[in-house]
């Protein structure tokens, strides 16, 4: 028992300066890459400095043995092909806010700088010190879990289901890369699997966005505090369609239901969703800036929001907009949905929360 509390006083001593030197470099440039970068580097030098203190870095893994590399390589790409399917269902178009923002910086990221990071963390350090003072398998298990939970703190802002599914994955990875680094005595296998694996998963995410691509933009789902600001901010440049009522209940409604957004370096529009039951689906809010109106990107939104709520079982689509027909700025509005196969089936004057009217629209999606 006290093999494995030291084990974890190590794994916090690694792991807590390295979070704090990449918060203070966030702060200063909110750049996900060099903010990768610094993790990592952290976590390698600060590894290798606890290792050269309390034992040498032969027997932490620091050998040159190339005997495992082709079977963990392999290995690596088998379970994450494997997994991949599971991913794909469970992510719900989530796209991670640590990734960087070109296909060249996160291949150095996922399949250099983080194998070489987090494997000499948990299976040089961790593993290393436990293979050297407890079992076999003790060291193994120990340090593949303390590498799955990590991931909570990783993808805190991803969906339930794919937030525990990342866990496990990272634990069963960690339990193979563990193996093979133990039976080798060499943390080269474990860095060749942990490429491996993040190889499938990066060909995923980039696959995966070119799908959510349209033209030049990005639609995918709203994940931090900068992205709901800047919705909130192109709903506020919208007076004609947006009052100060209708500003709180967005600002309300972006912290606490599913909100999409569209990127093209910048944000350039947003659409937030609420379930009104297991088959109908609500359009509470969209907006797209002024100087994007026009564009068909809310055309895109829209049918993007439909293809997510079909692959999710919802059969019909719900939107409240304006009913007060003398009111022009609405009268494009109501031309959208309806030009997008919506039907008006209420006009429910006054609407009890809003204190107006509002024209109730429907669209069946099958």
């Not at 297991?278 to 797209?288: F, G, Q, R, S, Y």
């Amino acid at each position: 028992m006290l093999e494995l509390v030291t084990a974890l006083a190590f794994w916090l001593f690694v792991l807590i300066p390295s979070f704090i030197i990449a918060g203070e470099v966030s702060k200063k440039k909110d750049d996900p890459f060099i903010i990768g970068v610094v993790t990592q580097a952290s976590f390698f030098l600060l590894s290798v400095a606890v290792i050269s203190l309390i034992g040498n870095l032969s027997e932490y893994g620091f050998r040159f043995n190339l005997m495992y590399v082709p079977k963990a390589f392999f290995a690596g790409l088998g379970l994450s092909a494997i997994t991949a399917p599971i991913a794909y269902k469970l992510v719900q178009n989530y796209r991670p806010d640590f990734l960087p923002d070109t296909t060249f910086k996160i291949a150095i990221l996922m399949l250099v700088l983080a194998p070489l990071g987090e494997e000499t963390l948990y299976r040089g350090l961790i593993e290393g010190y436990l293979l050297c003072h407890t079992s076999f398998w003790v060291a193994i298990v120990f340090a593949a879990i303390i590498f799955g939970l990590v991931h909570i703190l990783a993808f805190r802002d991803a969906p339930k289901g794919f937030r525990i599914f990342i866990v496990l994955d990272a634990f069963l990875m960690g339990l193979v890369a563990g193996y093979f680094r133990a039976i080798s005595g060499s943390l080269i296998p474990a860095y060749a699997l942990h490429s491996a694996a993040n190889l499938v998963g990066m060909t995923g995410w980039l696959w995966l966005e070119k799908k959510l691509r349209v033209l030049d933009m990005i639609i995918k789902s709203l994940q931090i505090d900068d992205e709901r600001k800047t919705c909130l901010e192109i709903a506020r440049n919208l007076p004609e369609w947006f009052n100060e009522a209708g500003l709180r209940a967005i600002e309300e409604d972006l912290k606490s239901e599913i909100t999409f957004i569209t990127l093209d370096k910048e944000v350039l529009g947003f659409i937030t969703i609420k379930p009104l039951n297991e088959k109908a689906l609500e359009i509470l809010w969209m907006a797209v800036r002024r100087e994007h109106r026009g564009k068909g990107i809310g055309s895109k939104l829209l049918n993007f929001i439909e293809e997510w709520a079909k692959e999710h079982g919802f059969e019909v689509l719900v939107v409240k907009t304006s009913g007060d027909l003398s009111y022009k700025p609405y009268d494009a509005t109501r031309r959208f949905y309806e030009k997008t196969g919506f039907v008006s089936v209420a006009l429910i004057d006054p609407y009890p929360e809003w204190g107006e009217p509002a024209l109730i629209y429907v669209k069946c999606l099958k």
